[in-house]
């Protein structure tokens, strides 16, 4: 009996060494299961987060381009209203026209010239040897005899001659 008993014994030794044989393989294939699919699911985590922060490579082109093109439309506006201004030969004050609005621009012509009627301080000074003594000097000849009639008038303010009218008579206007 005894050899019954260890045969039993045996048997069930090696049906329990069975048993743990067959976890270990479900336990590993369970592991081998869940690594390919936290893998699989890194990857296309990946693979979604690559492709949300990638931009369409033409779209920042296509938005450039388009403002490329209003610049090119400003810019042709304004050689129109230019060439309109320069045809009538008036020295008015120029509108110009901007992302925010409409807004009176300077007192100098349409040319570039300075109008010495109605002319800062500081656009006069930017002509060729006329500095802030000068300008100031313009400003007050000009409120006292009601303005210039001409421009060649400009030499009737002290300290500036004929050298100094010849240097900006294209500069002026009046």
């Known amino acids: 009996m005894r050899a019954d008993k260890i045969f039993l014994m045996a048997k069930k030794e090696e049906s329990k060494k069975d048993e743990r044989?067959?976890?270990?393989k479900y336990i590993g294939l369970?592991?081998?299961v869940v690594a390919i699919l936290g893998g699989s699911f890194v990857l296309f985590w990946q693979i979604n987060r690559q492709n949300s922060t990638q931009s369409d490579p033409y779209k920042d082109a296509n938005s450039m381009q388009s403002q490329v093109s209003d610049?090119?439309?400003?810019?042709?506006d304004l050689n129109k209203a230019l060439d309109d201004a320069k045809s009538s030969s008036s020295s008015t004050t120029v509108?110009?026209?901007t992302q925010k609005g409409?807004?009176?621009?300077a007192s100098t012509d349409?040319?570039?010239?300075?109008?010495?009627?109605?002319?800062s301080a500081s656009e006069l000074d930017s002509l060729s040897g006329i500095g802030t003594t000068y300008a100031q000097r313009i400003i007050e000849y000009r409120e006292s005899?009601?303005?210039f009639k001409s421009i060649e008038e400009i030499e009737n303010v002290k300290g500036i001659g004929p050298a100094t009218f010849e240097k900006i008579k294209d500069q002026i206007t009046i």
Do not use: F
């Not at 349409?110 to 002319?119: E, I």
């Open 145 to 147: 005899s009601g303005g």
């Open 102 to 105: 409409t807004v009176a621009g």
């Open 95 to 97: 509108k110009t026209t």
């Open 110 to 119: 349409v040319s570039g010239q300075v109008n010495l009627n109605t002319a």
């Open 71 to 76: 610049l090119n439309k400003k810019i042709e």
């Open 30 to 32: 369970g592991a081998l």
């Open 21 to 24: 044989l067959e976890k270990l």
